[in-house]
């Protein structure tokens, strides 16, 4: 999965104050919409969005920070 996949669906969880990785299978349990939105082919499971978020926080932060302005 790519890191916007992974940025965009974390983001997209936060928006309705969905903050913890758990919420992502909210998503992945049939809300077609949210994928649909965001023109993902998949979701990502709890584990690869943690895992994913926590290895690349550093990066993420720079590209999130650029963006925010």
């Given amino acids: 999965m790519f890191h ?5 669906s974390y ?7 969905k903050s913890d990785f758990e919420a992502i ?3 992945s349990g049939g809300h077609l919409s ?5 023109d993902l ?3 990502s ?11 690349h926080a550093a ?3 720079t590209a999130v920070e650029r ?3």
Avoid at 4 to 8: D, G, K, M, Q, Y
């Fill in 59 to 61: 990066g993420y932060k």
């Fill in 25 to 27: 299978n909210w998503v």
């Fill in 11 to 17: 983001i997209a969880l936060l928006c309705p104050g």
């Fill in 45 to 55: 499971s709890e584990g690869t969005l943690c895992q994913r978020l926590g290895a």
């Fill in 34 to 38: 949210f994928t649909e939105a965001l």
């Fill in 4 to 8: 916007a996949n992974i940025l965009s």
């Fill in 41 to 43: 082919d998949q979701v």
């Fill in 67 to 69: 963006g925010s302005h």
